[in-house]
């Protein structure tokens, strides 16, 4: 009886992390460059002594759901034209590289600008690399200067070449906040990079939605659960105290 209310209570756990992924998903709808996350779990089958998983959510019970896993869906968002220069979209896999005090990130929001000194930089100020790993600095000695950037990443200032992106693929993305990543390294990506437009998030929204009130109702029905369990725990108290 009690292991059923430990069920339900780690349905009601694990309800509730895709219920905060669904509504983070929904809160990134208009970010550039996001990818939408996904959240699953399954659980594992009532076997005596049988090896209880370091991963499960109480692990002295019997039957335990897994904690789920959250997936990145790396599908292409739509590509829209800006027309500003340091706008870039990535048409096709891979990342761009940022850098700041406390490390490299990946990101595929390429909405970025040029600081006083030239250099190359996201919205929130990390700067942008180079197959080299070292920042992009462009030089600002004619303010007037013409920037073309190709699609194999290559930064023109009137003509000369300035810099080359870094557009890298990624092994296990790890989404670690905003539109930011983690992960292994694996290779440059052959992907365009097209200036002057950005990759919208592939958040559907209204997909989101859905998930949002099918996650609700399932914490509700876990929730009912449990106190379901609760009731009947009080009753065989109460029967058993009636019993001479």
Do not use: C, W
């Not at 869906?73 to 048409?91: E, V």
């Not at 006083?116 to 920042?135: H, Y």
């Not at 914490?219 to 105290?241: H, P, T, W």
């Amino acid at each position: 009886m009690y292991k059923g209310a430990y069920v339900a209570l780690t349905g009601a756990i694990l309800r509730s992390h895709e219920m905060d992924n669904v509504a983070n998903n929904i809160s990134n709808v208009n970010t550039a460059g996001y990818k939408r996350s996904s959240f699953a779990s399954n659980m594992y089958s009532i076997m005596q002594d049988m090896n209880r998983p370091a991963t499960a959510a109480y692990p002295d019970a019997r039957a335990m759901a897994y904690y789920g896993d959250f997936k990145i869906d790396q599908a292409q968002g739509t590509i829209k034209t800006t027309g500003n220069t340091f706008d870039l979209a990535i048409s096709g896999g891979g990342y761009f590289s940022v850098q700041d005090s406390n490390g490299t990130y990946y990101t595929r929001n390429g909405v970025f600008t040029m600081d006083r000194n030239g250099a190359l930089m996201n919205e929130s100020g990390q700067k942008v690399l180079d197959a080299a790993n070292k920042p992009i600095i462009i030089p600002r000695d004619d303010p007037s200067a013409k920037i073309n950037i190709a699609r194999d990443g290559s930064i023109y200032s009137n003509g000369t070449l300035a810099g080359k992106i870094k557009v890298v693929n990624l092994s296990n993305p790890e989404h670690i906040g905003g539109t930011l990543y983690k992960g292994t390294e694996a290779g440059a990506s052959k992907a365009d990079v097209l200036q002057g437009a950005v990759e919208q998030s592939n958040v559907n929204g209204v997909r989101e939605m859905i998930g949002m009130i099918t996650a609700s109702r399932n914490i509700e029905s876990a929730i009912k659960m449990i106190k379901n369990f609760d009731d009947l725990s009080q009753r065989v108290v109460n029967e058993l105290g009636k019993v001479r």
